[in-house]
T-cell receptor, first 113, second 118 residues
Framework: DQQVKQNSPSLSVQEGRISILNCDYT??????FLWYKKYPAEGPTFLIS?????DKNEDGRFTVFLNKSAKHLSLHIVPSQPGDSAVYFC????????????FGKGTRLHILP | GAVVSQHPSWVICKSGTSVKIECRSL??????MFWYRQFPKQSLMLMAT?????????EQGVEKDKFLINHASLTLSTLTVTSAHPEDSSFYIC??????????????FGPGTRLTVL
């Protein structure tokens, strides 16, 4: 039973345009959400996070939106750059309960020149 | 700051042998370390949570006698895959959580170890 779902295994976006990566979750106990970027044969790198008390968090070119009623979050990257090509993992945790982070399967983002 | 290293970065071993993977927090003390496994095109699956000086807590379905975890100090945790078999071939990633402040709020991931069992 996947608690964090990323239904798009891959996404291609033109350089300079906006990349939107989507994520859905099923566990209503999750109160903290994270996005990680991962290159092949490397560990994930933390990108941005959002607490369930917020609906938006912005950091430079990266913005994460949270829709709690829909149990949906998205990562917006604008403008997309070639170095953004990587696998992006959505993750969630229930910090009021434990430290576990539950990951989605990831979405491979290709930035096209 | 908040750098986590893993050693080795890759290892190839024969079926039936044991392999030890080290996870170190280089510039901070980590009371809690986590071990994950990732199969190709799959998500990172948490295997176990390791607290310094105590026994690890394993996730359901993970054999604790097969995946031995030791967290003897605040900067080092080890994962030993005992009697490895080809189905244990995977990418093993550790993460570490600091003692206080900002470091206690996030998990910092190592670069991973690719294990191939022949």
């Amino acid at each position: 039973d996947q608690q964090v779902k990323q239904n798009s295994p891959s996404l291609s976006v033109q350089e300079g345009r906006i990349s939107i990566l989507n994520c859905d979750y099923t566990n209503s106990m999750f109160d903290y959400f994270l996005w990680y970027k991962k290159y092949p044969a490397e560990g994930p790198t933390f990108l941005i996070s959002i607490s369930s008390i917020k609906d938006k968090n912005e950091d430079g070119r990266f913005t994460v939106f949270l829709n709690k009623s829909a149990k949906h979050l998205s990562l917006h990257i604008v403008p997309s750059q070639p170095g953004d090509s990587a696998v992006y993992f959505c993750a969630a945790s229930a910090r009021n309960r434990d430290d576990k982070i539950i990951f989605g399967k990831g979405t491979r983002l290709h930035i096209l020149p | 700051g908040a750098v986590v290293s893993q050693h080795p970065s890759w290892v190839i071993c024969k079926s039936g042998t044991s392999v030890k993977i080290e996870c170190r927090s280089l510039d901070f003390q980590a009371t809690t370390m986590f071990w994950y496994r990732q199969f190709p095109k799959q998500s990172l699956m948490l295997m176990a949570t390791s607290n310094e000086g105590s026994k690890a807590t394993y996730e359901q379905g993970v054999e604790k006698d097969k995946f031995l975890i030791n967290h003897a100090s605040l900067t080092l945790s080890t994962l030993t895959v005992t009697s490895a078999h080809p189905e244990d071939s995977s990418f093993y990633i550790c993460s570490a959580k600091g003692v206080s402040g900002v470091l206690a709020n996030e998990q910092f991931f190592g670069p991973g170890t690719r294990l191939t069992v022949l």
